[in-house]
């Protein structure tokens, strides 16, 4: 039987679109077209045939390749046509980029995944799939793929998922593979989950959801996966009006948040507010174990963040770990001035050395759980160089997750560019950083680790 | 009698450090006063006058000169023996950078405001003061100067008034003045609201507060301001721990949370909950009128997106408006496959033209109070150069607020470059734009416009 793994693993791949046709409205067009030829040819290391149902010459190059998967940028009725032909012709598995498909043309296409071992991710995708290590990219952004890492994204949304690609390239996120379901015909959450559960390059899923059919399934699916692996996700059509939404935008059933809410927990997945929030704790839960208690340390050069740190951990159900009694006199002695009641004010002249030892007797500390550190640059006399000392602390204790704080614009954009690949999650505000923190938590208890 | 313009407005200026001590935890060096002096050099307009009081030759110059502020940045006992000699020499204002006094020391300055006719912001201010217009800057961040603009900051903590000063100049926020309180032994929030109140360059003030003193105080003049400028505040100290925290920060009783946030609204001032929403509610304040009513109408090019915004608006309190059938047919009709129920789906191919169209036929609509404009430039045809037709459609009904969600990294960041000094405020998400419209319809509630 085909499986969703030609969806990101095929040896080779047919492109097929047109390089005359637009849609008046509707995504339809030469520079789509072009663009995902682009990308594919800039970044996929396996075969590419090109079909421009304009060309004739071209079209000929279908006929002896063995395709694997097709990508299909057309109108819906010209769509159907070509993938029924890729079907006739054996193709395991389609990308169906465009949208405005009307309920029986969808229905063909289920009708096609009944009659032919094949698996179709789409209509109304508009985004395709990335995978970061065979350079497979549908996307028609030119020249934008997302750096390698372990963090899956799955989106019903092009726009939500486009907005979370931009993010990840932008914000250099370490992502394994992108899928756009869209109008979900076939392919859905359940098989992605299963996919993503026994692929060796992920190691967090993060999900954007409208709605879920086959409920008890996906549920069941996610309960194996987030022993493994912790899913996130965000949920969009909460209130009534967005339901009725989303019921139009990709065809789901949004139901009762609650009920959506419950089952979520049920299931083990951590649900969170909005994609930054996605995203960052899914930074946290690719880099740093799971927080197996709830008392958090705050060790900083700047009073005030560390206060609203403080309030962050608070607001998001964690506490102020209560230090031991020789830990504050060994830090109090060493540095006179400094006090060192939770959260650890070390003051704006503290470099590299103070952070260190002060970061490895709280580390130490079996009242601790798990730290946020705060080394803001501004107002301060730490420099990016002294964070690489944290990072190397941090790596000694790889049993307690710590958080790091370089709070600001360019000052998180310094601290990024010298410590965004280390496994120290960065966070540009300590709120941030607690979110990211409570997640950590939240996944403990799932594991029950 | 003295007043707190000359922290802000001196014409001549003494910076008074030293060029040799370090304190072995603490803020004075030469590193810190050698950037101050570097700052007002570079950006300062007026005169500046260097005591280095280990040079004599130096420390002469202050003779024969009028200086109407002086910047001390020594240990305690060091600032309080040259702030005595300020104040004879009749010095009008005092900015005290370095912390770390105790309370006799606080003690002794607070007498000397009794005594003479003179302003002490500090001491523990750190950063002291910024102003745009005359190029005042008393950091010690070597070549950092906020845009100019009308928005003014006023921070009790170094710390996060050194993260705000950096994220306004890295996200080029426009800046009137910036404020670093510290222990306030003198200046306090009050003398700076009124200070902000009658700065012709000031239209929105920010505020991040641990405690207040004088509390009744505090709200009439607060009530006094926002009838004319609107008033935001983040406070810092919210959960127990934290508060106790803020006492021996910044020497603060922060009171309950509940009196505290009753004491805000009273006031009229708008609470908001971290750095980052304090400055995206300033930006739109400053640059959209107050939002007069629930109805927002959200006109997109992606349809997940809109989804988010939409249940964002219901979350801040806002509603989603019901476009009226003559808005919507004519949408319809003009452009078919798009769906104009609110939020209305424009399709990704959408660009300046149907932008435009959609967007001066909703702000028409007598329905609508504001407008929430998502436009992506991942997953769409959209350019950077469409977003100025958006941002010129918007200019001309200026009685409706309208804010724009470039969602995402690069695409925030290019549309920012477009659009960054116009009268749009952008916000790379949905949610933090919903936020922005709750800050202006807060106002119009405050200001009862």
């Given at each position: 039987m085909s499986s969703v793994k030609y969806l990101f693993e095929p040896k080779q791949v047919v492109l097929i679109g047109s390089s005359k046709l637009r849609e008046k409205v509707g995504m339809t067009s030469p520079h789509l077209f072009t663009n995902v030829v682009y990308n594919m040819r800039k970044y996929f290391k396996g075969k590419i045939i090109i079909v421009d149902i304009n060309e004739k010459t071209l079209k000929?190059?279908?006929?002896g390749t063995k395709p694997e998967l097709a990508v299909i940028m057309l109108p819906p009725n010209l769509s159907l046509q070509q993938a029924q032909k890729c079907a006739d012709y054996g193709v395991k598995a389609l990308v169906m980029i465009t949208g405005g498909f009307k309920n029986h043309q969808r229905q063909q296409l289920v009708q096609m995944r009944g009659d032919y071992d094949i698996r179709i991710l789409g209509?109304?995708?508009?985004m395709g799939v990335v995978n970061t290590a065979n350079g497979l990219n549908t996307t028609f952004e030119r020249g934008l793929m997302p750096p390698k890492g372990n963090i899956a994204v799955i989106s019903q949304s092009g726009g939500v998922g486009a907005c979370l690609l931009d993010w990840a390239c932008f914000y250099e996120v370490g992502v394994s593979k992108f899928a756009f379901m869209g109008d979900k015909v076939d392919v859905n959450d359940v098989d992605l989950l299963e996919y993503f559960n026994q692929?060796?390059?992920?190691k967090v899923v993060c999900l954007y959801m409208e709605g879920v059919e086959n409920g008890r399934k996906f549920i069941e699916t996610a309960k194996t996966v987030v022993e493994k692996k912790p899913i996130l996700a965000v949920k969009g059509g909460v209130t009534k009006e967005a339901a009725q939404r989303a019921l139009s935008h990709t065809?789901?059933?949004?139901?009762k948040d609650e009920v959506f809410d419950a089952a979520l927990r049920k299931a083990g997945i951590i649900r969170v507010e909005d994609l930054e929030e996605l995203l960052n704790a899914a930074i946290a839960l690719s880099k740093q174990p799971p927080l197996k208690g709830d008392n958090i340390a705050i060790v900083s050069n700047v009073g005030g963040p560390a206060i609203l740190a403080a309030d962050a951990v608070a607001k998001n159900g964690l506490k102020l770990a209560r230090l031991s009694e020789s830990t504050k006199k060994e830090i109090e002695t060493r540095y006179?001035?400094?006090?060192?009641?939770?959260?650890?004010?070390?003051?704006?002249?503290?470099k590299a050395e103070r952070f260190a030892t002060v970061l490895r007797l709280v580390l130490a500390?079996?009242?601790?759980d798990g730290v946020m550190v705060i080394n803001m640059l501004k107002s301060t006399?730490?420099?990016?160089?002294d964070a690489l000392v944290v990072a190397k602390t941090v790596k000694k204790f790889s049993g307690k997750p710590v958080v790091d704080v370089p709070a600001g614009g360019e000052d998180y954009n310094r601290i990024h560019k010298t410590?965004?690949?280390?496994s120290l999650p960065l966070y540009n505000l300590p709120e941030k950083a607690a979110r990211a923190l409570k997640a950590l938590r939240l996944y403990a208890k799932v594991t029950k680790k």
């Amino acid at each position: 039987m085909s499986s969703v793994k030609y969806l990101f693993e095929p040896k080779q791949v047919v492109l097929i679109g047109s390089s005359k046709l637009r849609e008046k409205v509707g995504m339809t067009s030469p520079h789509l077209f072009t663009n995902v030829v682009y990308n594919m040819r800039k970044y996929f290391k396996g075969k590419i045939i090109i079909v421009d149902i304009n060309e004739k010459t071209l079209k000929d190059r279908f006929e002896g390749t063995k395709p694997e998967l097709a990508v299909i940028m057309l109108p819906p009725n010209l769509s159907l046509q070509q993938a029924q032909k890729c079907a006739d012709y054996g193709v395991k598995a389609l990308v169906m980029i465009t949208g405005g498909f009307k309920n029986h043309q969808r229905q063909q296409l289920v009708q096609m995944r009944g009659d032919y071992d094949i698996r179709i991710l789409g209509p109304n995708t508009i985004m395709g799939v990335v995978n970061t290590a065979n350079g497979l990219n549908t996307t028609f952004e030119r020249g934008l793929m997302p750096p390698k890492g372990n963090i899956a994204v799955i989106s019903q949304s092009g726009g939500v998922g486009a907005c979370l690609l931009d993010w990840a390239c932008f914000y250099e996120v370490g992502v394994s593979k992108f899928a756009f379901m869209g109008d979900k015909v076939d392919v859905n959450d359940v098989d992605l989950l299963e996919y993503f559960n026994q692929d060796p390059k992920t190691k967090v899923v993060c999900l954007y959801m409208e709605g879920v059919e086959n409920g008890r399934k996906f549920i069941e699916t996610a309960k194996t996966v987030v022993e493994k692996k912790p899913i996130l996700a965000v949920k969009g059509g909460v209130t009534k009006e967005a339901a009725q939404r989303a019921l139009s935008h990709t065809a789901s059933m949004a139901g009762k948040d609650e009920v959506f809410d419950a089952a979520l927990r049920k299931a083990g997945i951590i649900r969170v507010e909005d994609l930054e929030e996605l995203l960052n704790a899914a930074i946290a839960l690719s880099k740093q174990p799971p927080l197996k208690g709830d008392n958090i340390a705050i060790v900083s050069n700047v009073g005030g963040p560390a206060i609203l740190a403080a309030d962050a951990v608070a607001k998001n159900g964690l506490k102020l770990a209560r230090l031991s009694e020789s830990t504050k006199k060994e830090i109090e002695t060493r540095y006179p001035g400094v006090d060192a009641s939770n959260p650890v004010d070390m003051i704006a002249d503290a470099k590299a050395e103070r952070f260190a030892t002060v970061l490895r007797l709280v580390l130490a500390d079996s009242n601790v759980d798990g730290v946020m550190v705060i080394n803001m640059l501004k107002s301060t006399f730490f420099e990016p160089k002294d964070a690489l000392v944290v990072a190397k602390t941090v790596k000694k204790f790889s049993g307690k997750p710590v958080v790091d704080v370089p709070a600001g614009g360019e000052d998180y954009n310094r601290i990024h560019k010298t410590l965004g690949k280390s496994s120290l999650p960065l966070y540009n505000l300590p709120e941030k950083a607690a979110r990211a923190l409570k997640a950590l938590r939240l996944y403990a208890k799932v594991t029950k680790k």
